[in-house]
């Protein structure tokens, strides 16, 4: 009899958390990655052989929001000032030396799919980048890229056609191999 009057409150209170758990999980978020995508050194010979040789160092990171939320307070951490860096697409920013003399560059927000670049230009090796974090979501996940061919659209097109056929083709023989076992 107790039992009879408790089911239905236990039924919609699991129910409901139930629900509240699912909507957390496909709640958008801001979900930074960044990536190292080159460095390279130059060596500079001079026109002059009394003069000696140099080197000259670049490195190119990538730094993007594939999230569906805007990330907020983006920070990206250097393990020393560079000798020059620059931004593009050039988003507004400001730079801070910490007292460990890390070098931090800080961007008030990046929105849902932005991107930008940030290139190095140094006589020396220039600065690992150490961290790259945002106060909405904390640490930024690295990723590794690779240049890749690009295809022409009509053939991705038919690579992705020929991907959901056989989706629906291993569903539909699926379904139909359940009925033929188990029947109607």
């Known amino acids: 009899m ?8 236990l039924v919609s209170g699991l129910v409901a958390v139930v629900a509240a758990f699912i909507l957390r999980w496909i709640k958008p978020k801001a979900k930074i990655i960044w ?26 990171m990538f730094v993007q929001n594939v999230g569906k939320e805007t990330a907020e307070g983006v920070e990206i951490i250097f393990n020393f000032k560079p000798q020059l860096f620059n931004l593009w697409p050039s988003l ?3 730079t801070e030396l910490i ?4 070098f931090v560059i800080r961007a008030n927000s990046l929105a849902a799919k932005e991107w930008f670049r940030i290139e190095l230009l140094s006589e020396h090796e220039p600065p690992d980048l150490v961290r790259v974090r945002t106060a909405s979501t904390g640490e930024a996940l690295k990723v590794d890229m690779v240049p890749t061919r690009m295809y022409p659209k009509p053939i991705l097109f038919l690579i992705v056609l020929s991907m959901y056929l056989g989706a629906f083709s291993i569903i539909y023989h699926t379904i ?5 076992f188990f029947g109607s």
């Open 92 to 94: 507004p920013h400001t």
């Open 176 to 180: 139909s191999y359940a009925f033929m």
């Open 2 to 9: 107790v039992w009879t009057n408790i089911y239905p409150v």
């Open 35 to 60: 990536s190292e995508t080159h460095i390279f050194c130059y060596l500079i010979t001079p026109d002059d052989p009394d003069k000696l040789a140099g080197n000259l160092w670049t490195r190119s």
């Open 99 to 102: 007292p460990d003399k890390r």
